[in-house]
Structures are given as C-alpha cells and as structure tokens.
C-alpha cells in the first residue's frame, strides 16, 4: 500500500524526490509540485537550452541521474553544448551525451534540504513526470554551498522570471 502524496512528504521530507514519488505512487514532478512555498520555482521546459548554456560558466557542478536503481553523479564543470537534430549535444569532456530539446516540459530551480544538507539545483523534467536530470551547485573544502554559484543561480532565475512573466 502506498502512502498519500501529503503523509509521503510528511514522513520524509528531505529525502530524494524520486523516493518520496515512489512511496506515494506518483512522479517527481508531482513531488516537485508539492513542496513547500519558497522551495521551487518552475520555468517551462523551452528554457533547458539557455539554463544549460548558462550554467557553462559556473565552474563544477554535480549532474545527477536517479532511475531509482541507479544513482549516477558526476562532478565536473558543464562546457555548454550545440542543438542539432532536436538533440542538445553536450561539448567537452567530461560530461557528454545528447538531451532530446523538445523532451523537457519544465526546468525547476529549487532549494530545499535534502537528507541533512541545505541544496540548490536545476532539474529538468519530462511529460511523463519524470526528472530527466538534475544539475546541484557545487561545495567548497567544507561542505558549503559556492557562494558564486548561489549568485549566479539566483540571477539566472530572476532573468528568466522576468522574461517568463
């Protein structure tokens, strides 16, 4: 039996999106849709190519993949990337790989704790309510958030806020 979306979150509510979507029975997205006021802020998913553009100046970062068995991080510094095909195609090393553009309905900026520790990200959702990726900011020699990147994430979503609105 699965929990209701509200006493999944109650119960855990630092833990991974995709852990809570799945003791409730629904998606991240759903998930993401039910945090807390001030924790999420959701552009539509035509942004992902200026997010991802943008975020190559922000030095290292942590890409995440969760399927749910797999878990995949890589820290490194995004390069940007070209669109071609309806594929954004990362460049350099090394991160690679090819984003389907017209995949990402919703790019997320959110800020909330996640187990024990205070996080920023950028994530990237799909129509089917699935993360397809997250981007996490990264952490200095003592575990705290970079404060050029807390900037840069907070004037990128400002930006987009006022080109969105």
Not at 118 to 130: K, L
Not at 132 to 142: E, P, Q, S, T
Request: charged share 20%.
């Amino acid at each position: 039996m699965t929990a209701t979306l509200a006493e999944a979150l109650a119960a855990n509510p630092t833990a991974a999106l995709e852990d809570i979507a799945r003791a409730a029975g629904t998606t991240p997205l759903a998930v993401l849709d039910a945090l807390p006021a001030g924790e999420v802020t959701s552009l539509p998913g035509h942004l992902m190519v200026e997010v991802l553009d943008d975020m190559a100046g922000w030095g290292e970062i942590t890409l995440i993949v969760n399927t749910g068995p797999v878990i995949l991080e890589v820290k490194a510094p995004l390069k940007g990337g070209t669109v071609a095909h309806g594929m954004y195609n990362f460049k350099g090393k090394p991160i690679g790989g090819h984003l389907k553009v017209d995949a990402c309905i919703r790019v997320a900026f959110v800020r909330r704790r996640l187990f024990s520790t205070e996080t920023r990200s950028v994530q990237f959702y799909d129509a089917d309510g699935a993360c397809m990726f997250k981007v996490y900011l990264g952490r200095d020699a003592r575990r705290q958030l970079l404060p050029e990147q807390i900037a840069a994430f907070d004037a990128l979503e400002a930006r987009l806020l006022s080109v969105a609105a």
